[in-house]
């Protein structure tokens, strides 16, 4: 889902910090972000929240007192493989849950004795503190869209402090009585900490545990940060503090932040998962398996609409159907009447049709012998016949198949070869002469002069 395709985007924001639920109503227009609204309940009135708003989608924000966070150096392998690399080590470390929600995020290639790895920071969260804040919108089938935590979330706010992404910053998010410190390098989280407090608002203590996890910092993790930032209702109070090793300095907010409330400080959390929204989906601790639910359910929907506009239209064409029932029964009444009006007609003819058989075979022999051809035009093409020395003792005409065979057997009257030859070639030549005559076979004997030729009726 794209909520920034609209001209006007409407949002809102849940923060959860220490037992209350801050909630901001945020508009996008024009590339501004409108504050409009800024509620704080607290925890035990969130249900009776959800249960009245008409709301149906949210993006939380949760400042996680219990979590792991590390730097990891991992093989410099493509980035597909980087989630299940940074996974087996989370896996490895974080031995005190069973499950969990994590994302990661490189921070940049570095050489590690001697090998170039990739150093990535890693962010991981009990599978169970997550499930119960999701249990909570869904029991009033609300949906969060994104869930993070607020030291993803609150970098984007920096962008506004020069030169803030060339600088290690450590910010200091004051949530009463806690104090998350997280650091940053290139505009990127790689330090996590929180840190006890005996109220809201920066003390002696909260600037003695600042300023030990400085020197932390520098003496372990080689970063030494140019300023401190307080974020929260108290940040701005904090232009100075003569008792910090590094400058310090309130947090300023975004110029395109137009803020309708007076009350930004107070709901600075649930604005900047609003800001960063875009940018951070890869950091979403949802399960992939909830991130889907919308689709699914989109999915659902649809076809379950299908369902019932195949089933209008079955139910249609089947009432369709049964009215024509009376007409088809008219039809069939009818055909049953003519059928049974019908029956002494086929008995009839069935009787008459025995009759007929009995006599079929006399039928087809004169039939036959009608379509034979005319043996008297047969006899009338041998009317070159008698020939010169020519003696026919026998015409033999047959028709197999309805078609005439000619059989002459003759005798040829000569004194010798060279008459009988002649005489002979020039019945041969007469017969080959007559269109409707075709020599199949001849024979002849030359010592009896006798001979057989049998000829094909062409007509």
Known sequence: MNLFKNKQTKFVAISFEEG??????????????VLQNTVTLENHEFDNFLKTTKENEFIVVSTFQVFYQAVLSLPPAQDKYLRTLSEIEVRKNYTEVKDFSFFYDVLGETQHEGKKVKDTFVFAVDYEEIHSIIERFSKYNKTIVALYPSVLTLPTLFSSIDSS??????C???TGNNKTLFLLKDGKP???RVTQSGRPGIDAPDIDNINMTINYFRQTLRLSPSKVIFIGTTGHKYGSVPDLVVPAMGLEYPSNVIDQTESIAECIIPLSAVLSYKDILWGNLLPPAYQTLKTQKTVLFWSTLLLLLFSFIGAGYTALTVSEIPDLKAKINSARKEIAEKQPILKEYGSINS???KIMPLITYMNKAIASPDTQQVL????????????INSIQINSPDSKLTIRLQGIVLANNFTDMDTSYRKLIDTIKSTKSLEITT?????KEMNFVIEIKWKI
Request: glycine residues 2%; proline residues 2%.
């Open 190 to 192: 790689c330090f996590v």
């Open 355 to 357: 009759e007929l058989q």
């Open 172 to 174: 200091v998010l004051d």
């Open 442 to 446: 001849q024979s002849i004997d030359i």
């Open 20 to 33: 209350l639920a801050k909630i901001a109503y945020v508009i996008l227009q024009e590339g501004h972000f």
């Open 380 to 391: 009338a093409a041998f009317n070159f016949l008698p020939m010169q020395n020519i003696r």
């Open 165 to 170: 992404l060339n600088e290690i910053l450590l």
